[in-house]
């Protein structure tokens, strides 16, 4: 499992996404906006953890 210090929150989704899954008033703008700090975060931990491929794993 993987510990992100970002987070993502999700308002009333017919509110937030429309149809399209496009970004809608507010509430989509926010997502837009912390969605994107969110990636940047889980792609360093993808990054991280490739790196650890072949290495010995913790002994906890």
């Not at 509110?15 to 997502?31: M, N, R, S, W």
């Not at 912390?34 to 792609?43: I, N």
Request: charged letters at 25%; zero cysteines; glycine letters at 10%.
């Amino acid at each position: 499992m993987v510990v992100i210090s970002s987070t993502v929150n999700v308002g009333p989704i017919g509110k937030t996404l429309d149809a399209q899954g496009q970004p809608i008033d507010e509430a989509g703008k926010f997502l837009e906006k912390s969605f994107a700090r969110f990636a940047d975060d889980l792609a360093w931990w993808m990054e991280a953890a490739g790196l650890q491929k072949g290495r010995k794993a913790p002994p906890f």
